[in-house]
């Protein structure tokens, strides 16, 4: 079935640093891939998506983009701040039955000032 | 523009007890969506519903219930409460699948 790989954590980084979190997929078909945050104490918000391979999804200095031949979807940042702090989860959209989402495990990141 | 509201935000039951968590949906949604997320782990799909009918399932058994309301309100039943059911429980409405919005979550205890 799909499956979805994050890089483990956590992660620790001091404010301005360049972030990468990596992301895999396993899917049949032509799934949409989405990045989603999770601040302490809610829900899941979502932070990015791309629906086509080579798509690129941003919003808030976050970038990741759909990358069919290897099967990625990874998170970049290019100068992270504290209020970053927070899990972060890879997610595929199942384009069959129920189009349900299908997440990572989720890697938490620190942002120290 | 109203979004997911969960209710309640905690609550703790004993063990074979069951419990009813309720979800109000976005307004202009129609699909309503449930997932168990575990401490430390991603959310893992329940169920879906869509015109007050499951349309899709996750690996949960069928102590795992659910409605949809006329009104695109959800709620989740679990009969039978076990100690592994403990988890946040995020209700999320969509259209017709597309555009998901999370509520915050209701945070079951199964003591």
């Known amino acids: 079935g799909n499956s979805v790989t994050q890089m483990e954590g956590p992660v620790t980084l001091s404010e301005e640093a360049f972030l990468t979190i990596n992301c895999t997929y396993t899917?049949?078909?032509?799934?949409?891939l989405f990045w989603y945050v999770q601040y302490p104490g809610e829900g899941l918000q979502l932070l990015l998506k791309?629906?086509?391979?080579?798509d690129k999804g941003s919003n808030k200095g976050f970038e990741a983009t759909y990358r069919k031949e290897t099967t990625s979807f990874h998170l970049e940042k290019g100068s992270v701040q504290v209020s970053d702090s927070a899990v972060y989860f890879c997610?595929?959209?199942?384009?069959?039955?129920?189009?349900?989402?299908?997440f990572g495990q989720g890697t938490r990141l620190t942002i120290n000032p | 523009e109203t979004g997911v509201t969960q209710s309640p935000t905690h609550l703790i039951k004993t063990r074979g007890q069951q419990v009813t968590l309720r979800c109000s949906s976005q307004?202009?949604?129609?699909?309503v969506s449930w997932y168990q997320q575990a401490l430390g782990q991603g959310p893992q799909f329940i169920f879906q519903?869509?015109?007050?009918?499951?349309?899709g399932r996750g690996n949960f058994p069928p102590r795992f219930s659910g409605l949809q309301f006329p009104n695109y309100s959800s709620e989740l039943n679990v009969n039978a409460l076990e100690l592994d059911d403990s988890a946040l429980y995020l209700c999320?409405?969509?259209?017709?699948?597309?555009?998901?919005?999370f509520g915050s979550g209701t945070r079951l205890t199964v003591v």
């Open positions: 307004s202009g949604h129609n699909t």
């Open positions: 899917a049949t078909g032509y799934p949409s």
């Open positions: 997610a595929l959209s199942d384009v069959q039955g129920a189009q349900k989402l299908v």
């Open positions: 791309a629906t086509k391979a080579d």
């Open positions: 999320a409405s969509s259209f017709y699948g597309y555009g998901y919005t």
């Open positions: 519903y869509y015109r007050e009918e499951e349309n």
